[in-house]
């Protein structure tokens, strides 16, 4: 059966938790709170990892908040249907996360000192994990082949829109106070760096015991153990676990065995061409 996907000004969004007057409700009347923070990302490029982070150093490296509340409960996707209510009556301040490109994200944000953490990953790692999703979660298109689903990545038909308008759109903001941005590769090569340099963002004063332990308990063997934040306990008409596991494997380079040669050399054209002028550089541009 072909997936209905619900489209708020062009872009795709999953059925199963979105609806165009979620997403409408919150771009246009969403109130962001000045102590709102935000987590977001493009799919597959480590939201929930950074969920862990986050709820971990807002509990100071105590396990209990993550280990008993469900992760969505920790920090609400306030542009779906459930989420919104959840982050409505979220007492502040709140952590909330999202997909949503820049352009859509609500606009009271652009008045307040909201801050916004921005997790991306080397796109081609992104495309493979997101192949893999694609074929377990249900409210995604099962992809018919790998060829087609990266030809839907680059051409920005894949639901949550173009990985290289969502980069862009949100590194505009890279200046912003407001704004942190932070790659996958870095939280893979120095978690414990990366959580004292979120902590100095957000505030948070953590010592070093508290930091190891955010580490610690937001490793790739800690969450797949912890059912709050695995998938495991997704309804199986959402996530039918058989097909594979949310926590696939936790690695940069993946995309290398996946991708032909054509294929790469293909993929290395397009990311040149619509990351020009950018002028930045992310860990697998070196
Ligand atoms: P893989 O499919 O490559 O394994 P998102 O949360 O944005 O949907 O991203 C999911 C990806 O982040 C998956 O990638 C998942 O395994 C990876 N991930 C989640 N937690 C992680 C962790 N603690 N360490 C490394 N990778 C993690």
């Known amino acids: 059966m072909p997936v209905q996907y619900v489209t708020y000004k062009g872009i795709k969004f999953p059925p199963a938790y979105n609806s165009e007057q979620s997403l409408s409700f919150a771009h246009n009347e969403f109130l962001v709170r000045d102590d709102d923070i935000f987590n977001v990302t493009y799919p597959k490029s480590g939201t929930v990892w950074m969920t862990e982070i986050l709820s971990f150093i807002r509990s100071h490296g ?20 459930l989420g919104l209510e959840s982050a409505l009556s979220y007492p502040s301040p709140r952590l909330l996360t999202c ?21 991306l990953r080397d796109p081609r790692d992104v495309v493979v994990s997101y192949y893999y ?7 995604y298109e099962d992809p018919t082949s790998f060829e087609q689903f990266l030809g839907d990545f680059l051409s920005g038909e894949l639901p949550h829109g173009s990985w ?8 505009e903001m890279k200046d912003m106070e407001n704004f942190f941005f932070i790659t996958y590769e ?12 979120l902590c ?10 508290a930091i190891s332990s955010v580490v610690q308990n937001a490793s790739f063997t800690a969450m797949r153990e912890n059912p709050m934040c695995s998938s495991i306990l997704l309804p199986a008409d959402i996530m039918d676990q058989t097909k594979g596991q949310f926590l696939r494997k936790g690695i940069c380079g993946d995309w290398k065995n996946h991708f032909t040669v054509a294929q790469s050399e293909t993929f290395d054209k397009i990311y040149q061409e619509r990351m020009q002028g950018l002028n930045m550089k992310f860990p697998w541009d070196r």
Not at 62 to 81: A, E, H, I
């Open 62 to 81: 105590c396990p209990s908040w993550s280990r008993g509340v469900l992760n969505s409960d920790r920090m609400p996707w306030f542009s779906t249907r």
């Open 99 to 119: 997909h949503l490109p820049r352009h859509i994200f609500p606009k009271s944000f652009s008045h307040s000192c909201a801050k916004v953490i921005y997790t």
């Open 133 to 139: 999703f694609s074929k377990m979660c249900n409210s």
């Open 164 to 171: 290289f308008e969502h980069v862009r759109g949100w590194m």
């Open 186 to 197: 870095e939280l893979k090569q120095d978690l414990h760096d990366s959580v004292r340099r």
């Open 200 to 209: 100095q963002f957000l505030g948070q004063d953590l010592d070093d015991e």
